[in-house]
Each structure stands twice: as structure tokens, then as C-alpha cells.
């Protein structure tokens, strides 16, 4: 009785929520339009409201999974009584309806955030953005209430549900989702901030210093998710790798491209008042392409094995919610865009032009991905053919877009605003260079293969963390050494978190080269009590045994791994066989190193007798994460800048900013 009065108790805080976020549309614009403050002042209570509704909303849903209330469809459909407690509540946003309640509460929380910490903002702007992040709630709160409703009952409660994907009952996947949706959401304030500043006509060196922390806060969780994503499906799918350019995983990407592209755009905002057009346009469509991902993942016009939902019906409200959004943002866009002048006039050799340079670069390479999304889509709709793009195309067209990119960072850093000399900034990179070169040269002539994909991951790697170094020891000034360290020690967070991102960059581009070129495969028939040679190791099975785990039942290897008559590892693969969900799942076994992981897989048994093993050594695979993980570290440090929080920037801005005319 208790439960039933909580999930419906959720379920009209819901309501409640969607009822505030209409009027916290409508009164603040109204407010703003009309210099009424009284009616902007709205805003604010409204979007605090609004967080703690939906909130309650989604805690009645976790008590519903957590106590297995059958009475409730979603639990029934993804949960059962078996269930390890931290599955159940990961099980909570592990489907379609659970998932978009998530999303609605992350949207309303950035809202929030907005209403409490932009007390510096201009009163119009701080109300028309919460207006027109109020309208993406409305919008939300219309789509979840009546198509994807999670507070849905069954009159004849069964007496178990019906399990979740077996998939999803990882870790891995337990937090994955949510620091996604802190990403694809947190583009929102960016697009809000864009709409609000095309709705005033005012764009200026203070907007840039305003959207930059949203934008980077956004980049940052994308990083982390995306990461976390990619770790899961390296050791969770039992396919050997890393990134497969599945459908969803390029969802994720293209936002967090564009994301890097507007960070980088905003600063020439901020600093010249120059690109404010482009900057505009990129916080729009960082924002489309997370509605374009949303629909990706629960529309099911296209085939992944992360998607929630597999409903075009969906698809459709989704698509609607894109094309509104979007249409409405660049009509508007194209009504403002003569008005926003660019104030900053700069030369061919300068920082603005290795930010244009870098923005083109990681733009056209987020197109190059979206193509290669949509277009089976395009080819069964146009074509009436059916169409498959895999990892061939995406390396061949998007890898020479990073390497471009990666080159120009460390030189567009050293870079003077508005006019430089190339030989002037390339002093303190010569060494660098040579550095560089001299390391990829090594690589190649260590390697056993004549592949050129490790020796290039090598210069960029040395040539990315030694120009950060550079940059750094660069700004310390041309102080005696021990003044220069104090200096670096003083030097903004800003600096330091630019500095470590860029590092990050390259040590994940080295993972991933490293680990193309020289990783090793095996697949075999092996009986227990074989060994077999892969590379410098011999692989031994020893043992296969059944077993029964919480929900499931497995087949365990027990394998030994040897290097120089020595074993180093001990694992234990497994088959898992969900019989409730009706599905099998491959549990790789890994012994990770800092250069290399063994990577074990068992398979059926054999007809003839035997098991079907793969091997693989797959070197440097840890430093594709370690990357992300340095990454996101940059991006922490540059947010934790006090220059790059909303109110110290807004106290910062002039007094009479310059409109965009």
C-alpha cells in the first residue's frame, strides 16, 4: 500500500513538474519582452521547482525497482527479484521510459543550476534562458507523459518480472548512461544561452565568458561517458575492441566534437569578439546532434546494441522535437545572423586563425561520422538498397582530420592574438619537433610489422605532451629557473587544465595507434589441458566447469597464461546464459597491464570436442582511457578557473556591453 502510494505520488510530481515548466516558458519571456521584473523573477523559483519535482519523481521510480513493484509495467519488463541490488537500480534508466525520466531530470537540474549560481547574469538574459530551457522541459515532459510514461500500471501484478537486459547488468553500464546524459543534456544550457542571446540581438565578449563554463562542464561528462562506454564494450562484448563505430557510439561522438569545436570558437568570443556568427551556429547544432542521438538510440531506424528502444512510433515525437527545436533555433538564427558583426580583424598567421583552422577540422570530421551514420538510412529510403558502413570507411575518412588537427594544437597555442610570426611561435617547438620525429623514427625501426600507424601515433603523442610542456614553460616568462617555477605554479587553472587536455589527446591517439598496429589475434579449438603460443606468451586451458550465478548460469575457463616458462596470469573467462531474458553474454577475462592486456575469450563447445578460444594481446590498450581520464582531468581543472564561473565572469563583463550590430 505504502509502495503504491509513493510510485503514485511520483507519478503526479511529474505532472506537477511539466504544468511549472509551461509556466516558467511562458512568464519569464513575457517578463523579458516587457521589462516586467516581477514576471522574470518567475524564472528562478520556477526552475528550482521544477528540479525538485522531477527529482521526486524519479526517486519514487528507484523505490519502485528496488522493492520489485510488480504492480508497476516498467519494473515488471526490466527488473526481477533475483537481481543484484546494483543492477535494480541501474535498472532504473537501463530501458526507454526510465532513461527519458533521467534526462528530463538532468535537463531541469542544469535549469536549476542556472537559476542559482547566474545571479550575475543581466536579469533579461538570466529569464530568457531559463525560458527557453524551460521549453526543451515542456517539450520532455510532454514526450515521457504521453508516450513513454514510466508510472504506467498492471492490474494483475505477475509475480516476477521479466529481467534486465543482460547487457546492461555491468558496472560499467551502471554509470555510463548517466554521465552521457550530464553531457547530451548540459549541451542544452549552450543551445539556451545561444537562443537567448539571437532573441536580444546581443552577442559580445561577456556572453562568451558566460556559455564557455556550460559548454566545457558539457565536454567534460561527454568525455567521461564516452569513455566509459567505449571501456564497457572492450571488455563486456567479447569482441577484442574498443570502438566499433556503431550507430549509438557515433551519437555520443558528434556532440562531443562540436562541444570541443564551440569551446574553442567561445574563446575567440570572448577574447576578440570575433566568429560570434560560427560560435552561435555551433552551440545550436552541439545541441542537435544530442536530440539526434536521443532519436538515434530509441527510434530503432538503425540497428545497435546499446539502443533502449526499438519504436519508430517514438521516433517520430523525437524527430518532432528535433526539427522544432532546430528549425525554430536557425530561423531564428538566419533573421539575427547580419546583425552579429564581428568586432576583431585578424590576420592569415594568428591564434584566431589556428582557432578557425581547428574548429573547420573537428566540424568537418563530425560530419564526416554523421554521414557515415545516416547513410544506410538515407540509401533504404532513397535507394531501396541496403547499405552497411563499417570501420573501413570511418578510419580511412576520419583519421586524417585528427592527425590534421592534432599537428596544429601545440602551434595555434604559442600563437599571439591577432597577427604572429610562424617562425617567431615555432622557436620554442623546434626541439619538440625534432623530439618527435626522433621517437616515431625509433618506433618504426622497433616495430616487426612496416605499418605506418604507430610511428604517426608516436610523433603526435611526443609532439602534443612536449608542445603542452612547451606552452607551459613558455608563459613561466623568461625568468632564472627557480622564478619560473613559482610562476608556473601561479598560473591560471585555465592554462594548466588546456595544457593537461591536450596531453590527454595524445596519449589516447598513441593507445589507439598502438594498439591497430600491433595488437594479436587467435582463434582455436582448444581441449582442456592445452597450450598454445600467442606472440611472446603460451596460453594454457585447464579446466571448464558449469556453474550458477545470481540470475544466471555460466561456463567458467580456467586458463593460465605464461611468459618465459613463468605464469603471470590466472583467468577465467566465462559464457553466461540469462535464463529469465533469454540471452547469452560473453564475460572476457583480462589481465591489464600498463603496456599490454591478454585477453581471453571462451566460446561454445565444439561438436568434435573442444572449446573455441580466442586470444588476443592487444599492447598500450589501457592508454586509450588513461587518455580520456587526463582529458577529463584538463577539463576539471579549467572549470575549477574562478575567470570561467558564470557570476565572476558576468562580474567581470562592462558595464555597457556593445550590442551585436
Known sequence: MICSMIVEMGHFALILAFVVAVVQMIVPLVGAQKGWRGWMAVAEPAASAQF?????????LTYAFVTSDFSLRLVVLNSHTDKPMIYKISGVWGNHEGSMLLWIWILTLFGACAAWFGGGLPPTLRARVLAVQSAIAVAFFAFILFTSNP????????????????????????????????????????????????????????????????????????????????????????????????????????????AAALLHSAIVVEKREALKAWTILLAILAFGFSLIGAFIVRSGVLTSVHAFANDPERGVYLLAITAIFMGGALTLYAA????????????????????????????????????????????????????????PFFDAAFTPFMVA????????????????????????????????????ALTWSMQTGRSALAPVGMILFVWLIGGAAAELWQRSGRNEFSAKIRRLA?????????????????????????????????????????????GAYRIALNDVVRERGPNYFTVKADMSVFRGGREVARLFPEKRDYPVAQMPTTEAAIDNGVFRDVYLVIGDAQAGGGW????????????????????ALGGCLSLSDRRYRVAAGARKAPATAVPAE
Not at 559548454?215 to 562484448?237: D, V
Not at 574498443?242 to 555520443?252: C, T
Not at 592487444?618 to 592508454?623: R, V
Request: hydrophobic share 55%; glycine share 10%.
Open 336 to 391: 539575427r545572423a547580419g546583425a552579429m558583426e564581428a568586432k576583431g580583424v585578424f590576420s592569415l598567421v594568428s591564434r584566431e586563425s589556428a582557432l578557425v583552422a581547428n574548429n573547420i577540422l573537428l566540424a568537418v570530421s563530425c560530419f564526416v561520422v554523421f554521414i557515415g551514420t545516416v547513410w544506410p538510412l538515407i540509401a533504404e529510403m532513397a535507394f531501396d538498397r541496403k547499405l552497411s558502413v563499417g570501420p
Open 490 to 534: 601561479r598560473l591560471p587553472r585555465a592554462d594548466w587544465g588546456k595544457a593537461v587536455a591536450h596531453s590527454g589527446l595524445g596519449v589516447t591517439i598513441f593507445g589507439v595507434a598502438a594498439l591497430t598496429a600491433w595488437q594479436l589475434e587467435d582463434i582455436r579449438v582448444a581441449q582442456v589441458g592445452d597450450s598454445f603460443e600467442v
Open 612 to 631: 573455441a578460444v580466442r586470444t588476443y594481446i592487444k599492447p598500450f590498450a589501457n592508454w586509450i582511457w588513461a587518455g580520456c581520464i587526463i582529458m
Open 151 to 258: 508510472f504506467l500500471r498492471l492490474e494483475v501484478p505477475p509475480m516476477n518480472g521479466q529481467d534486465l537486459n543482460p547487457l546492461l547488468q555491468d558496472p560499467g553500464l551502471a554509470f555510463h548512461p548517466p554521465f552521457l546524459y550530464l553531457g547530451y543534456v548540459g549541451l542544452s544550457m549552450s543551445f539556451s544561452f545561444a537562443v537567448a542571446a539571437l532573441i536580444e540581438g546581443r552577442v559580445d565578449a561577456a556572453w562568451g565568458r558566460w556559455v564557455r563554463p556550460w559548454t566545457l562542464a558539457a565536454w567534460l561528462f561527454l568525455t567521461i561517458g564516452i569513455a566509459l562506454g567505449s571501456w564497457w564494450a572492450y571488455y563486456e562484448l567479447g569482441w577484442g575492441g574498443f570502438w566499433f563505430w556503431d550507430p549509438v557510439e557515433n551519437a555520443s561522438f558528434m556532440p562531443w566534437l562540436i
Open 52 to 60: 525538485l519535482l522531477t527529482g521526486a519523481a524519479f526517486a519514487a
Open 405 to 440: 588537427l592534432a599537428a596544429i594544437l601545440p602551434i595555434g597555442a604559442l600563437l599571439p592574438w591577432k597577427r604572429a610570426r610562424l617562425g617567431r611561435t615555432m622557436r620554442p617547438l623546434w626541439g619538440v619537433l625534432a623530439l618527435a620525429i626522433a621517437a616515431g
